[in-house]
């Protein structure tokens, strides 16, 4: 079965890039995403990455996949207050046939220091 | 339009009570989802409907009925539920491919279930 782990909480100085790593178990996913959840809200997509991809940018966020070590990392540059959330690391269970349901990681804490 | 909508936002109820939860989404997604979230845990996948027939059932108590009426609306029926059921249930829908980006899970904002 699938196993997605993350550190539960990651603090920086505003203005600071945050880092936020992801290893998970099922080899045979074809995507892994990132989403963020603010306090009482539910889950707002981030951006996700194909297995065949080893980096993908968009704007502030830099996603890392190394396949052989089926590690992921999401880096946030230049860290605002807004940015403050849980951010989980998902994968899909990819049995082929569609419409799988997603596993997630626990969740990581960013904490924003003035 | 990556909106999916939530019915009630909050919701309170006795456990002899029956409710239902609404979601609804207009963006032509044939895949739709429950999933169940505990205070301070990852959501857990409950229901996935594939083209309005339920095609995962990850083993939920039979107190949980899931409906999906047409193509843009899913209900969760809710029966008898106990104190630990508390949580927020979060509905999300994707389109049907095998492991292409379509498959992206778009997530509403969520139901806070409160079971007295």
């Known amino acids: 079965g699938e196993d997605v782990e993350q550190s539960l909480f990651l603090s920086v100085r505003e203005g600071d890039s945050s880092v936020i790593n992801c290893t998970y178990t099922d080899s045979s996913s074809t995507y892994l995403y990132w989403y963020k959840q603010e306090p009482g809200a539910g889950l707002q997509l981030l951006t996700y990455i194909f297995s065949n991809m080893d980096m993908k940018q968009d704007q502030r966020l830099t996603v890392l996949l190394n396949k052989k070590d089926k590690h992921l990392s999401l880096r946030i540059a230049d860290t605002q207050t807004g940015d403050s959330a849980i951010y989980f690391c998902?994968?899909?269970?990819?049995?082929?046939?569609?419409?799988?349901?997603?596993?997630f990681g626990k969740g990581t804490h960013l904490i924003i220091q003035p | 339009d990556t909106e999916v909508t939530q019915t009630p936002k909050h919701l309170v109820m006795g456990m002899t009570n029956k409710k239902s939860l609404k979601c609804e989404q207009h963006?032509?997604?044939?895949?739709m989802y429950w999933y169940k979230q505990k205070a301070k845990k990852p959501p857990e996948l409950m229901f996935v409907y594939s083209y309005e027939k339920l095609s995962i059932n990850e083993s939920v108590p039979s107190r949980f009925s899931p409906e999906c009426p047409n193509s843009s609306l899913l209900n969760l029926h809710l029966h008898a539920l106990q104190p630990e059921d508390s949580a927020l249930y979060l509905c999300a829908s994707s389109q049907v491919l095998a492991g292409g980006p379509g498959e992206t899970q778009y997530f509403g904002p969520g139901t806070r279930l409160l079971v007295l």
């Open positions: 963006m032509g997604h044939r895949a």
């Open positions: 998902a994968e899909s269970a990819n049995s082929g046939g569609g419409a799988d349901g997603l596993t």
